[in-house]
C-alpha cells in the first residue's frame, strides 16, 4: 500500500499521514527523516516531530539523499517526511543529484515501495502561489511537481490536508485511476485549472484525445507562451492560457477586448489555464495587476464552463 499526503504548511498533514500509518496495523514502524538539520529553526522543526511521534514506538533512519540505498525491511510500514526537503537535499547539496534529483528520487521511491509492506509520503503544496522568482526556486518547484504526480500514479490513495480535513484525491481505481474522469454528458467549453506544475495542460490534452477518439480530425492546440492571438482564436485545446494574457497585458493591449474575440470565435475549447491568486500580494504593480485579471478571467470562462475541472498531483477531481 502506498499512500500519498499532501497539504500547505502548517495544514495538518504531518499528524493525519501519522495517523493514517498508525491504523495500517505495522509490525515494523519505521520513519524516514528527510529534514538534514543546519540552523536553530530546522533543529525546531526536527524536535517538534520527535515529540509528536513520541511514544509510537517508531525506528527512525535520517536519509538526506540517495533514497535508494534505504532498505527498511519487508514487513516494515514507513512513513517518509518530508519530500520537500528531499527534493532540496538532492539539488542543493554537493553530494546530491542536481538538474537530475527528480528522476533518481522517482527511482529511489520505486525501490523504497517495493521493499517495505507500506509505505506514507508526505509531500507539500507550494504550487499555487504561482511561479518563482529565482531561476534556482523555479526549477525546484517543477522538480517537486515532477515527482508528486509520479507519485500520485504510483499511489494506491493520496490525499489534500486543508486545515486539518483530510480531502481524498483518489481512493479507488477508476478509469486512469482518478476520481476526474470526465462524465459522458462534458462538452462545450472545459475550464481546466490548478497550481503551477500540476499538470492541468496534460489533463487537457487527454480529454481532447478522448473526444477526438475515432475521428479523422485532430484539435488543435495553441500554447499561449508563444502561440499568436490568431491561433489562439483558432485552436480547440488553449494551454497555459494565463500566459497568453499576460503577453496581451504586457504588449498594452486590451485584454478583455482580445478575450470578447477569442470566444466569438467559438466556445467549443477546452481551457487550461493557472491558478495565482494564492501568495503573498505582488509588490510589481503590474503583477498585481495580470494575477487579478487572470482571477477575473477565469471566474468569467468558469461561468461559461459546461465543466470545471482542478488538477492537484495530476490529479483532476470535476469541481462544476
Given at each position: 500500500?502506498?499512500?500519498?499526503?499532501?497539504?500547505?504548511?502548517?495544514?495538518?498533514?504531518?499528524?493525519?499521514?501519522?495517523?493514517?500509518?498508525?491504523?495500517?496495523?505495522?509490525?515494523?514502524?519505521?520513519?524516514?527523516?528527510?529534514?538534514?538539520?543546519?540552523?536553530?529553526?530546522?533543529?525546531?522543526?526536527?524536535?517538534?516531530?520527535?515529540?509528536?511521534?513520541a511514544?509510537?514506538?517508531?525506528?527512525?533512519?535520517?536519509?538526506?539523499?540517495?533514497?535508494?540505498?534505504?532498505?527498511?525491511?519487508?514487513?516494515?510500514?514507513?512513513?517518509?517526511e518530508?519530500?520537500?526537503?528531499?527534493?532540496?537535499?538532492?539539488?542543493?547539496?554537493?553530494e546530491?543529484?542536481?538538474?537530475?534529483?527528480?528522476?533518481?528520487?522517482?527511482?529511489?521511491?520505486?525501490?523504497?515501495?517495493?521493499?517495505?509492506?507500506?509505505?506514507?509520503?508526505?509531500?507539500?503544496?507550494?504550487?499555487?502561489?504561482?511561479?518563482?522568482?529565482?531561476?534556482?526556486?523555479?526549477?525546484?518547484?517543477?522538480?517537486?511537481?515532477?515527482?508528486?504526480?509520479g507519485?500520485?500514479?504510483?499511489s494506491d490513495?493520496?490525499?489534500?490536508?486543508?486545515?486539518?480535513?483530510?480531502?481524498?484525491?483518489?481512493?479507488?481505481?477508476?478509469?486512469?485511476?482518478?476520481?476526474?474522469?470526465?462524465?459522458?454528458?462534458?462538452?462545450?467549453?472545459?475550464?481546466?485549472?490548478g497550481?503551477?506544475?500540476?499538470?492541468?495542460?496534460?489533463?487537457?490534452?487527454?480529454?481532447?484525445?478522448?473526444?477526438?477518439?475515432?475521428?479523422?480530425?485532430?484539435?488543435?492546440?495553441?500554447?499561449?507562451?508563444?502561440?499568436?492571438?490568431?491561433?489562439?482564436?483558432?485552436?480547440?485545446?488553449?494551454?497555459?492560457?494565463?500566459?497568453?494574457?499576460?503577453?496581451?497585458?504586457?504588449?498594452?493591449?486590451?485584454?478583455?477586448?482580445?478575450l470578447?474575440?477569442?470566444?466569438?470565435?467559438?466556445?467549443?475549447?477546452?481551457?487550461?489555464?493557472?491558478?495565482?491568486?494564492?501568495?503573498?500580494?505582488?509588490?510589481?504593480?503590474?503583477?498585481?495587476?495580470?494575477?487579478?485579471?487572470?482571477?477575473?478571467?477565469s471566474?468569467?470562462?468558469?461561468?461559461?464552463?459546461?465543466?470545471?475541472?482542478?488538477?492537484t498531483?495530476?490529479?483532476?477531481?470535476?469541481?462544476?
Amino acid at each position: 500500500m502506498l499512500i500519498t499526503v499532501t497539504g500547505g504548511s502548517g495544514s495538518g498533514k504531518s499528524a493525519y499521514a501519522e495517523k493514517r500509518a498508525g491504523i495500517l496495523e505495522p509490525e515494523d514502524k519505521v520513519y524516514i527523516a528527510t529534514m538534514e538539520p543546519y540552523d536553530e529553526e530546522s533543529f525546531r522543526r526536527i524536535d517538534r516531530h520527535r515529540r509528536m511521534r513520541a511514544g509510537s514506538h517508531y525506528r527512525t533512519i535520517e536519509c538526506y539523499r540517495h533514497l535508494e540505498q534505504v532498505n527498511p525491511g519487508e514487513k516494515a510500514t514507513v512513513l517518509l517526511e518530508c519530500m520537500s526537503n528531499l527534493v532540496a537535499n538532492e539539488m542543493f547539496s554537493p553530494e546530491g543529484r542536481g538538474h537530475e534529483s527528480a528522476t533518481a528520487i522517482l527511482e529511489g521511491l520505486h525501490h523504497l515501495a517495493s521493499s517495505c509492506r507500506n509505505l506514507v509520503v508526505v509531500t507539500n503544496n507550494v504550487f499555487d502561489a504561482g511561479h518563482a522568482a529565482e531561476e534556482s526556486s523555479e526549477e525546484y518547484l517543477g522538480m517537486l511537481g515532477q515527482i508528486n504526480r509520479g507519485l500520485a500514479e504510483m499511489s494506491d490513495e493520496m490525499i489534500d490536508v486543508i486545515c486539518g480535513v483530510p480531502v481524498p484525491l483518489k481512493l479507488a481505481a477508476p478509469e486512469y485511476g482518478r476520481e476526474g474522469v470526465p462524465s459522458e454528458g462534458d462538452s462545450g467549453m472545459i475550464l481546466i485549472t490548478g497550481g503551477a506544475y500540476q499538470g492541468a495542460e496534460h489533463w487537457a490534452q487527454e480529454l481532447a484525445a478522448r473526444e477526438y477518439a475515432g475521428s479523422s480530425e485532430k484539435p488543435v492546440t495553441a500554447d499561449g507562451r508563444t502561440a499568436s492571438d490568431e491561433e489562439m482564436r483558432s485552436a480547440q485545446v488553449l494551454c497555459y492560457f494565463q500566459e497568453w494574457i499576460r503577453r496581451v497585458m504586457q504588449r498594452g493591449g486590451n485584454i478583455d477586448a482580445e478575450l470578447d474575440l477569442l470566444l466569438k470565435a467559438g466556445t467549443d475549447r477546452i481551457i487550461a489555464t493557472q491558478e495565482l491568486g494564492c501568495g503573498l500580494v505582488p509588490v510589481d504593480a503590474f503583477e498585481r495587476q495580470y494575477r487579478e485579471k487572470n482571477g477575473r478571467i477565469s471566474c468569467r470562462l468558469a461561468e461559461m464552463s459546461d465543466a470545471v475541472y482542478r488538477v492537484t498531483c495530476g490529479i483532476p477531481q470535476k469541481i462544476r
